[in-house]
């Protein structure tokens, strides 16, 4: 079975940091594509950036470039976001999903709380 | 940036029903468009891509029509699994700058 796994929720205070995790198994991680989409009540879903884990090439969305790197290691079928000088609008869950267009596979999302 | 509009909001409908929701795209986006389904608690499900095909493992009472800038998901014969909020997204190849609607809530 495709699957994606992600880390736990974090509770983090305003400008810190974040690392979310994302393994995937049961298909050739290093294959496609990857995307971090987060989904806040303010904004709904939103598409924060991408990587391919088989050459590593990123790209951000600008709304969040300059807080977000994406970085990923196919050794360990794992992506990472790690999202900087967090506020409490930032609050909400942050979904990895497969693929480079549209997305068939999803994790099941990490809360991220932003609170002082 | 494209803007994803859909409408309506909310939608009232009783099972064995049949639903129509639309999106709209701010400019042409050929049949670069998606549709989910997201229930409490769960993340998105794929439905549609390239506006008009289901995803795996889909039921066919699901379909999507459109391009362009006008683009409708119709569900028959309503379930009740099938009450939930559904996004349109639209794609690029590159650069990846992917926007999503603003959800449409079907309730009973």
């Known amino acids: 079975e495709v699957q994606l796994e992600q880390s736990g929720a974090e509770v983090k205070k305003p400008l810190e940091s974040v690392n979310i995790s994302c393994t995937g198994s049961?298909?050739?991680?290093?294959?496609?594509?990857i995307a971090w989409v987060r989904q806040t009540p303010e904004k709904g879903l939103e598409f924060i950036g991408i990587i391919y884990p088989g050459d590593l090439a990123v790209k951000y969305s600008p709304s969040f470039e300059g807080r977000v790197t994406i970085s990923a290691d196919k050794s360990v079928s794992t992506a990472f976001l790690q999202f900087s000088r967090l506020r409490a609008s930032d609050t909400g869950i942050y979904y990895c999903a497969r693929g480079a267009d549209y997305y068939d596979v999803w994790g099941p999302g990490t809360l991220v709380t932003v609170s002082s | 940036e494209i803007v994803m509009t859909q409408s309506p909001a909310t939608l009232s409908v009783s099972p064995g029903d049949r639903a129509t929701l639309s999106c709209g795209a701010s400019?042409?986006?050929?049949?670069?468009l998606v549709w989910y389904q997201q229930k409490p608690g769960q993340p998105p499900r794929l439905l549609i891509y390239g506006a008009s095909s289901r995803a795996a493992g889909i039921p066919a009472r699901f379909s999507g029509s459109g391009s362009g800038t006008d683009f409708t998901l119709t569900i028959d014969s309503l379930q009740s699994e099938d009450f939930a909020v559904y996004f349109c997204?639209?794609?690029?190849?590159?650069?990846?700058?992917?926007?999503f609607g603003q959800g449409t809530k079907l309730e009973i």
């Open positions: 049961g298909y050739t991680f290093s294959g496609h594509w």
């Open positions: 997204q639209h794609y690029n190849n590159w650069p990846p700058w992917h926007t």
């Open positions: 400019r042409d986006i050929g049949h670069n």
